[in-house]
């Protein structure tokens, strides 16, 4: 039996590449002063701090939806627990257990973005498990990437559907 959950490394496996995203303006900034350092003069400094704030504008637009995201599937999978057997599947969540056998999954729907591969946050995504008995589970890729999930379905004869979307913005009932 295999389980996921959500851990420290995980966790900064995801945010980091969005956080070095954001420091770059601040490498900008301290490269850009060590290289006219000698020439350092109030007009220098301002010009500086221009570039540094456009730099950080700039950047903010890629980062800050991806730290937005970030929050949303660690609020989503901060107390759920995956268990994957060959015979079930289970999830422990706050609010309870469920535990099946993956002939009772109807239908398994893997959200990813659209823009794969061209943003720091491109390999987030989430999986949603519809049951037959009409519940749905949930979990993100934080606990379990959505390649491992989509591969994970199609070996038990589930049926996956892909769904590329702008934004994977996971809600518990849809």
Known sequence: MEKYQLTFTSNFKKIGRILLFLSLPIILIVVTLIIDGNKFSYSNFISTASRFWVAISMISVITIPGILLHYKYYQTDKKILLELDKNFLAIHESQGFTKTSYE???KAEVYTPAWSGKLPWSDYGFTRIFLRNGTQLL?????????????????YNVSVEEIETFWPWPNKKN
């Open 139 to 155: 979990y993100t890729s934080l606990i379990f990437d959505c390649v491992s999930s989509k591969h994970l379905y199609k070996y």
């Open 104 to 106: 009772n999954i109807l």
